[in-house]
């Protein structure tokens, strides 16, 4: 078996599946992937949203309540993102897990590769930037943290604009 974990920012496309399962092509052993997403934590988002409806000063939260409903839909949401994506490689035969976190992305990234034995990370995003040049990504701090092969794919864009 070949372990591949696969970070993700949001949901695949048919074009992300296809091109991560053609990087395996000629491989004879069993790909199988192992796909986590990371979600916001609901508090962080409410004082956000919060401090910028008042102007710049924080203002009070909301009961616990209402921060509860909101982390149950925003985990919801991941999960339905998480699932279609992780429908799309098993619709292309392949092998998938699937976690869904509201940590620190690469400290779960870390956990899954040790976990699952994974001997390589494909991280898919949109392009950031300021984060790359600042080396603050995802990619940079995995690359950093992690003994294993990293590849940074930008999500939805095929391979020949990727260059």
């Known amino acids: 078996m ?3 974990a696969l970070l993700i920012e949001r949901q695949l496309e048919d074009l992300d599946a296809d091109q991560i399962i053609a990087l395996h092509e000629g491989l004879e052993d069993t790909v199988r992937y192992h796909l986590l997403l990371p979600v916001e934590n609901s508090t962080a ?3 956000s949203s919060m401090s910028a409806i008042g102007g710049g000063q924080i203002a009070a939260m909301p009961d616990p309540g209402t921060v509860e409903e909101v982390q149950h839909e925003v985990m919801r949401a991941g999960q339905a993102e998480l ?3 992780a429908a799309l490689l098993t619709a292309r035969g392949q092998q998938t897990s699937t976690q869904l976190t509201d940590l620190d992305p690469i400290d779960q990234l870390k956990e899954l590769v040790a976990r699952t034995g994974s ?3 494909i991280i898919l995003t949109e392009s950031h930037v300021v984060k790359e040049f ?3 990504d995802w990619t940079s701090r995995a690359k950093r943290a992690l003994d294993v092969p990293t590849l940074h794919l930008l999500e939805h ?3 020949d604009a990727q260059r």
Do not use: K
Request: charged share 15%; hydrophobic share 50%.
């Open 119 to 121: 001997s390589e990370v």
């Open 45 to 47: 988002i409410l004082t």
């Open 157 to 159: 864009v095929p391979f």
């Open 2 to 4: 070949y372990d591949v």
């Open 134 to 136: 600042f080396q603050m």
């Open 83 to 85: 699932d279609a994506s």
